[in-house]
């Protein structure tokens, strides 16, 4: 039996993650998995019932202003430029992004957000739907859930997660802006279709779905083979998504530079497990 606080703070009824083994449980991980073959990506509108939504979008406007801010341009890889392949090249092409990330242990333990992340059945659900067995939550205790806050002026440029998957949680939309713009299964393993990347990063719509998602919405997604970006959020408003997160590993932790550049903090066990000194990136 679940805990009755958990079935309150998501719509228990509509999206039964907690009935493991029955058939509407096997119903909707299949619908889900049918959407991110077609698509990249599955939507659960709606998944955090109203009350919820009102109690951490309060706990989000009074964490937002910790967010650490990072502004940085990368290319859809995260990786070096190759002057090698010329200007067009989308190795080479280079968009700016500024972010704030609020760690995950600044959130209060009594946090729905915690509850929900917690509770074995949400991990048990994302394993069954994205198909990967064991998954273990993140044992990073910055960025195991993290809070993503982008303010009115900021863009997130077109990428591929390094991740193989992301899932969020829709905490507040901007005014305007801020829509998740994605071209799925525009690379595949076996070839990274840099012409058709180049296409898009161009202006070409063609392939391109949109979703502005509402508050309470859980988005699941293949981010390391879907195109995507969030527009420029505009109008007076932050948007906040939480970014909870799994991974295959159940003793990895993010690199202490990356911790650092996106965070603005490195833990005694981030260095730990780099083999670095404990002083090392000290400011
Ligand atoms: O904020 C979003 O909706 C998506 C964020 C994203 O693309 C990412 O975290 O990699
Ligand atoms: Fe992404």
Not at 30 to 56: H, K, M, Q, V, Y
Not at 121 to 133: E, K, Q, S
Not at 231 to 243: F, K, M, N, Q, Y
Not at 255 to 282: C, F, I, N, S, T
Request: with cysteine.
């Amino acid at each position: 039996m679940a805990d009755a606080a958990l079935t309150d703070i998501f719509d228990a009824d509509r999206y039964p993650i907690h009935e493991p083994g029955t058939r509407a449980y096997d119903d909707l991980v299949a619908r889900c998995r049918e959407s991110l073959a077609d698509d990249g990506c599955c939507t659960l509108s709606g998944f955090l019932r109203p009350d919820t939504i009102g109690r951490i979008a309060e706990e989000a406007e009074c964490l937002a202003p910790r967010a650490h801010r990072h502004r940085t341009a990368h290319n859809p890889y995260f990786r070096e430029a190759n002057e090698e392949l010329g200007d067009e090249h989308p190795v080479n092409r280079f968009q700016e992004r500024t972010n704030g990330f609020v760690c995950a242990d600044l959130i209060d333990p009594s946090s729905d957000l915690w509850t929900l992340y917690n509770s074995e059945v949400l991990t048990t659900f994302v394993a069954d739907v994205f198909g990967i067995d064991p998954l273990y939550q993140y044992a990073d205790p910055l960025a195991c859930m993290p809070f993503n806050v982008m303010q009115p002026g900021d863009s997130f440029p077109w990428h591929f997660d390094t991740n193989e998957f992301t899932v969020t949680w829709m905490i507040q939309r901007p005014e305007q802006g801020g829509i998740f713009e994605y071209a799925p299964g525009i690379r595949d393993p076996e070839d990274e279709h840099y012409d058709d990347v180049a296409a898009v990063m161009s202006g070409d719509r063609s392939r391109i779905r949109t979703l502005d998602l509402g508050a309470g919405d859980m988005q699941l997604f293949l981010g390391r083979y879907t195109l995507h970006r969030v527009t420029e959020i505009a109008g007076s408003r932050a948007r906040h998504v939480a970014i909870p997160s799994w991974a295959r590993d159940p003793e990895m932790v993010g690199q202490p530079h990356r911790m650092k550049q996106l965070y603005g903090r490195v833990l005694p066990v981030h260095l730990e497990r780099a083999g670095m000194r404990q002083d090392a990136l000290v400011d």
